[in-house]
């Protein structure tokens, strides 16, 4: 019991320093009246700003007063909701025994109203002692009010939550820097018919987002090799922002009613916005919301990281794909470790505008730590490596000799990769323009909706505003319109006329029976890019396997050489059966005289046998020489300056791709 009384009194007297600050004023309230004084103060005790305020809490005791069952309740009651006005820094609280007297006589009767004893005026709280109040020696030194004594405060006492927007402690709720305290629902700044059009405005952007970037997935679906690094990103990407625009389209059927908590006129509370993780349909909301943003940006920065490692250090495929596992780390575990921070956090905040649940809607420090300083970091990285990897491919256009047709194609992969960055790039820092703006003016907007509303809440209105400015309904819808079309432009990097061709075969039944082999057979048909792409028309080329620079070279004069002596035996085996044949067709006549049949057995030895010895020979002296050309060549492969090993061809098969469906 000490230790509530020494709270109690504490916290009273932390009261009485922030009340001593504030100016006398005559008593409006009807249940306060013909006291033994006429003036008090605001903020009471009970941390009312004024008397309107102060009038509504003591509705529910009126009963008691009307039936007077106790002569002590009235002057107690007033004692708390409009106490006596001393002087200066002087604040006087009711006895003790003042407040039992009232809790004994009239406990009962608030029982069968079904009014509880607040918390604020337990007994416990106030000193102990036994005295009328207020006191001869306050009435004493208490003036009478004159024309001089303000009516109004004028002062700047801060943002007091209003009795309607004021929440369960335990929910941990805050608003404008004010505790147990949430924004009221609908929008602070819009009308209803506003936030009506918002709403059907999101969720049609939401839908035409959602069937571009489901379009891409399943394009990925329908023929998974297709899509290999260094373009593999672009389809996580898709899939991040077609999670984004689900939650939207979400929040477009659920209104308000997962964004919003409902009004209780009973409780005198109004709709308020949702806070926190007690609200498991708006946590998940955030969760989805938050971690798919984040990952989708994060998967924008590894496309230009694959980019980078295969037009600069010249990476292929399998090279890059071996880094997969790293990739997917950093992709969904840095969103999840943020997700995870803010739900520790408990900065979950609902959006009457668009029916979700995200962060830094109204907490500036957390939408610039969460929101802002992650998509900065990855515009600034990303951007970096993009215009590595284009000034890396711009200057192997412009030092290497490209026949005109291999010119073209990567002057079009270029552009394809310029726009394809624009596409997102500029809707990013659209949203981010709109996230700085609404940073740096929300104070004044803030200030404005309490100017307008003060009166209607019975809250200080702020004191000498100098600027008053309401937001434009286009800078919200601006900012969602660009959040959303950041996924679109996904599905402009795998339309092609190959797409076309692959769906009309999805849709007419027809399938790839050897996916293997025809792989096998277009790398056999198709030329082969990176070698028109780097090499010297007079010179051969040395070839690496693709995507490895662990394996064995060969040469396109090793190549050949094969395939000549594959010729001559194939050449020296039809001589000898033709031979064969014409000595089968020899014989001897009836008139004594010889055939060619007669010399049959000497031209088999003869004949077979020298045709057998001089095949051998030619044979082996056109090996030779191809063995010395193919060493010669291959000697001069390896010194001449201007050969070049390809590390891969993954860039090179993208811009193959980009040439063959276009």
């Known amino acids: 019991m000490a230790v509530y009384f020494l709270c109690g009194l504490f916290a009273l007297v932390q009261g009485a320093i922030g009340h001593s600050l504030f100016a006398c004023e005559p008593i409006t309230l009807r249940m306060c009246q013909d006291l033994p004084y006429n003036t008090t103060f605001m903020p009471n005790l009970l941390n009312h700003y004024d008397q309107q305020t102060a009038a509504l809490a003591m ?121 147990d305290c949430s924004p009221p629902c609908p929008h602070m700044y819009f009308r209803r018919e506003e936030l009506s059009f918002a709403r059907y405005f999101i969720g049609v952007i939401s839908i035409v987002c959602l069937s571009a970037t489901l379009f891409t997935f399943l394009t990925f679906l329908i023929d998974v090799t297709r899509f290999r690094y260094p373009e593999r990103p672009i389809i996580f990407y898709a899939v991040c922002y077609m999670m984004v625009s689900l939650i939207f389209f979400i929040g477009f059927l659920l209104e308000d009613r997962v964004a919003c908590n409902a009004a209780s006129p009973t409780q005198y509370k109004a709709s308020t916005v949702t806070q926190g993780s007690h609200n498991k349909a708006c946590t998940m909301l955030f969760m989805v919301l938050y971690f798919f943003t984040m990952a989708g940006s994060v998967w924008w920065v590894i496309l230009t990281i694959t980019w980078f490692l295969a037009a600069v250090p010249k990476w292929g495929s399998e090279a890059i794909e071996k880094k997969a596992l790293l990739f997917h780390a950093s992709a969904w575990g840095i ?36 929101v802002l300083a992650p998509l900065c970091l990855n515009v600034v990285v990303g951007v970096t490596l993009l215009l590595a990897g284009i000034i890396s491919l711009n200057r192997v256009r412009i030092e290497i000799p490209l026949e005109k047709e291999n010119q073209d194609k990567l002057v079009k992969f270029m552009i394809r990769i310029g726009v394809f960055s624009i596409l997102y790039l500029v809707p990013l820092l659209v949203v981010i323009g709109c996230y700085f703006y609404e940073q740096a003016y929300r ?68 399938k790839k029976k050897d996916r293997g082999v025809n792989e096998s057979r277009q790398v056999l048909q198709e030329p082969d890019f990176a070698q028109s792409l780097l090499r010297d028309p007079n010179t051969p080329i040395v070839r690496k396997s ?37 000595h089968g067709s020899l014989h001897r006549s009836r008139d004594g005289r010889y055939t060619p049949g007669s010399y049959r057995g000497i031209e088999e030895r003869v004949t077979h046998g020298s045709l057998s010895r001089l095949t051998d020979h030619s044979l082996h002296s056109s090996t030779h020489r191809l063995n010395e050309q193919s060493r010669q060549g291959s000697t001069r492969d390896l010194n001449n300056p201007l050969s070049h090993i390809s590390h891969g061809t993954s860039m090179n098969r993208v811009i193959e791709e980009d040439g063959a469906s276009a």
Request: hydrophobic share 35%; aromatic share 12%; proline share 7%.
């Open 335 to 370: 969103p999840g470790t943020l997700t995870i921070i803010l739900l520790a956090m408990n900065k979950i905040e609902g959006d009457n505008i668009s029916g979700v649940c995200f962060v830094g809607l109204y907490d500036v420090h957390a939408l610039r730590y969460f």
């Open 59 to 179: 509705e529910p005791f009126h009963p008691m007063v009307n039936l007077e069952c106790s002569r002590d309740f009235r002057p107690f009651l007033c004692a708390l909701y409009a106490p006596v006005c001393t002087e200066y820094g002087r604040v006087t609280l009711p006895c003790r025994r003042l407040c039992q007297r009232a809790y004994s006589e009239c406990f009962k009767l608030m029982d069968m109203f079904g009014v509880p004893w607040p918390e604020e005026m337990e007994c416990s709280r106030f000193p102990d002692c036994d005295e009328p109040y207020p006191r001869m020696v306050d009435l004493s030194i208490s003036k009478e009010p004159t024309e001089d004594t303000p009516l109004s405060v004028q002062r700047d006492y801060g943002f007091w939550c209003p009795r309607e927007l004021k929440i369960d402690p335990e929910l941990g709720y805050s608003f404008l820097g004010v505790r």
């Open 546 to 582: 693709r995507g490895t620079s662990t394996q064995g070279t060969s040469t396109h004069a090793s190549s050949t050489q094969l395939a000549m002596m594959d010729e001559q035996r194939s050449k020296a085996g039809s001589v000898h059966s033709k031979m064969s044949s014409y």
């Open 443 to 510: 104070g004044v907007w803030e200030t404005t909706w309490i100017q307008e509303r003060c009166k209607e809440y019975h809250i200080p209105c702020p004191f000498q505003v100098t600027q008053t400015s309401r937001p434009d309904l286009i800078l919200f819808l601006m900012k969602y319109l660009m959040a959303l079309v950041v996924g679109i432009p996904s599905v402009f990097w795998v339309g092609s006329k190959k797409t076309c061709f692959e769906w009309a075969s999805f849709f007419h039944g027809r």
